[in-house]
Structure formats: C-alpha cells, structure tokens
C-alpha cells in the first residue's frame, strides 16, 4: 500500500481529484486529497493574509500528524509550488513527485513570475477589481462535466500567486520525478515545460491527450501514471 496525496491547482479543491482517489483506493492504496485553506470546502476561510506560505505550512503539517512516509506526491497546475515547497523540507518522506500539467518552481519565483508580463498584469487588474485579495474562478464552458465544474469552483487567494517560494534545491534530490504533460491544453508555457523536461533525464514525461484537468478527463490515464510512479 502507497499513500497518495494530492493537491489540486487553483480554484478548485480535493474534490476535483474524486475520480482518481477512487481507483487508487480501490486499488488498495491510501489517498489524501485536501482542500486548501480558502479554496474548495475551506472556502469560507479565504482572507487576504492566505498565502503560498500558508498552504506549504499546512501540507508539511499533514505529513507530520499522519506520520506519512514513502508518498506519492501530487500536484496539479498551480499544486506543482505546494509540491516543491513541501518536498523541499522533507524529501526522505517522497517516494515520488508528480507535476500534472503544473508549475515547477524555482528558488525565488512566484506564479505569475513564471508566466508572460502580460498575464501578470491581467492578473493584477483582475485582484484589483475583485477586493484586492481574491481572484475569481474561470468559468468552463466546453467540457460535459462543465455544470460540476462551474458548481464547485471558488475564488483563489490572490497572495499565493505573489508570494516567491523559498527553495533550498533539496526538492531535486528526489530521485523519482515525473510530469504530466497534457498535449491539448491551451497553455504555451504548458507545453514549453512539457517539451524542456522531456530533454531533461531527471525527469520522466507523460504525454496524456487532456486538457488541463486530466484527472476529471482522463481519469484512468492519469491513475496509470501514477501507479507506476509508485511502483
């Protein structure tokens, strides 16, 4: 038995990752999926001092109270900070990383420093019009599961997409890393990551045909990969 923990990317919480914890646990493994503070379920705890921080602190936190050891770490989109931040700390706990089509940090980078200038400008007009905290979920509109999606979507926490990760490189010495890499997002900077870590040994890459949220689109394709991210 494996223990899975997952975490998904902005705007949406654990429960986006129901479909895959399914066939992890059926398939006898343990699984944590939890929403993070402001986001999902926790929505009503979203303030303006929720930051990157804030959602490193509490994932270390469950690792430590769940006395988890050997785990499959998953992130998802804007997950792949809460997943370099927290295996930085702890990398003798990881048995595995797993980045599904997200950000991989380096030291001293935020969200919006990964993206273009233009993005980052989009985003702040968008915080200041929204309270100055907050940014507001997108709305789906192409996928059939678009009515659960656009149901269950919650504001993100505008500092955790400010905030520069502190990382000490000791994420790297994770031996076992994989990527996701879903070839019909629409995301350059997606597929410019997919492309670069596909070159790069440290790194196994996995081409899914999905769009960014393979885990509700290709709910069997992204439990393959992660089981044998855990073999």
Not at 128 to 140: I, R
Not at 188 to 212: C, F, T, Y
């Amino acid at each position: 038995m494996t223990a899975f923990v997952m975490i998904a990317g902005s705007f949406h919480g654990g429960w986006l990752w129901g479909r895959v914890a399914e066939r992890l646990t059926q398939a006898g493994h343990r699984v944590f999926a939890p929403s993070l503070t402001g986001i999902g379920d926790r929505a009503h705890l979203i303030h303006a001092g929720v930051n990157l921080t804030t959602h490193i602190d509490e994932i270390a936190a469950l690792f430590h109270y769940e006395r988890l050891e050997n785990v499959v770490y998953v992130g998802h989109s804007y997950g792949g900070m809460i997943v370099s931040g927290v295996a930085d700390r702890m990398p003798e706990r990881m048995k595995a990383l797993v980045y599904v089509d997200a950000v991989v940090p380096e030291n001293g980078q935020s969200v919006v420093d990964i993206g273009s200038p233009e993005q980052k400008m989009q985003v702040v007009e968008v915080i200041a019009n929204n309270g100055g905290y907050l940014v507001p979920p997108p709305v789906t509109r192409k996928s059939p599961d678009r009515d659960w999606l656009n149901a269950l979507v919650t504001p993100h926490p505008a500092a955790t997409l400010f905030e520069r990760i502190k990382l000490t490189g000791a994420w790297k010495t994770v031996t076992n890393k994989h990527y996701v890499w879903c070839t019909t997002h629409w995301s350059k900077a997606m597929n410019e990551r997919g492309e670069r870590l596909s070159q790069d040994p440290a790194w196994k890459v996995h081409q899914i045909a999905s769009g960014h949220q393979p885990m509700v689109e290709k709910p069997d394709e992204l439990t393959k990969v992660l089981l044998e991210a855990a073999a």
